[in-house]
């Protein structure tokens, strides 16, 4: 009963074969997904495909890394689709100091607006950090209360400390089943288990097993295996754990 704590089902890569990426994601045991939204434009196909499939749960934000087609009135939009959609989280939203024509100021201007917008409706935030683990840590500390989960977690183990101190969860998925991810495997190794979440990315980041291909939710169970491998445990403890935490987090009612 795994959760995929990160996916894009919306994405136009699954628009040929959507309906069987979902069925295989069940045969795999992956039984629930989190669907988090990019820009404005994208919330109504997501709203839509997540309506017309149980347990896919939308959330809707404006992702940093698409800045240049965020409006400030995109803003004022989001507060109007989180009182009348009630998701499960808000996102995806961050920073991204990767790329290099993405502007800070007003990067920060989106994703602080964003985390106040989550506290006000007492929602979850799930937060992109590429580069810029240490600044989302500080903005995040602005705002009283906020709880969440920074996906595709890179940074260090220091970083992920001050990230839990805070209340944050951190999403892991294909990079850790690569040899040369060095430490973030040793820190999956050694995290406490109740602040993990289970992740794909899909259809980006495949795993080692699928390298250079379509990612898909089914994928799921590779990600478990290894971080199971990696802690000498039974595969199904990191299950059950993880996927508790995903119920906890975003509100799911067990199944």
Not at 32 to 57: E, G, M, S, Y
Not at 130 to 143: E, M, S
Not at 181 to 206: F, I, K, N, V, Y
Request: aromatic residues 6%; contains cysteine; charged residues 25%.
């Amino acid at each position: 009963m795994l959760v995929d704590s990160h996916c894009h089902l919306d994405a136009g890569e699954f628009d040929a074969d959507r309906e069987a990426v979902i069925a295989r994601a069940r045969e795999a045991g992956v039984r629930r997904q989190i669907v988090p939204a990019i820009t404005a434009a994208a919330w109504p196909k997501l709203r839509d495909i997540c309506a017309a499939v149980d347990n896919l749960h939308p959330a809707y934000g404006l992702h940093p890394m698409f800045l240049a087609q965020h409006r400030e009135r995109h803003l004022r939009e989001l507060r109007l689709w989180l009182e009348r959609e009630r998701p499960v989280a808000v996102g995806e939203c961050g920073l991204d100091f990767f790329v290099e024509d993405l502007d800070p100021a007003t990067q920060s201007l989106y994703f602080e607006a964003q985390l106040r917008l989550a506290r006000e409706f007492e929602l979850p935030v799930i937060v992109h950090a590429r580069r810029a683990v240490d600044a989302v840590t500080a903005a995040i500390r602005k705002v009283d209360g906020l709880r969440g989960v920074v996906h595709s977690f890179s940074g260090s183990r220091q970083q992920a400390e001050q990230l839990w101190q805070q209340g944050f969860l951190l999403g892991l998925g294909g990079p850790v089943t690569y040899e040369r991810a060095r430490r973030l495997r040793e820190l999956a190794a050694s995290m406490p288990l109740e602040s993990l979440l289970l992740e794909t990315d899909a259809p980006d980041q495949p795993d080692a097993g699928i390298r250079g291909e379509r990612n898909e939710p089914a994928r799921l169970g590779a990600v478990l295996e290894t971080i199971a491998r990696l802690r000498d445990v039974d595969p199904a403890e990191v299950a059950a754990t993880t996927t508790a935490n995903a119920e906890r987090l975003f509100g799911l009612r067990p199944l």
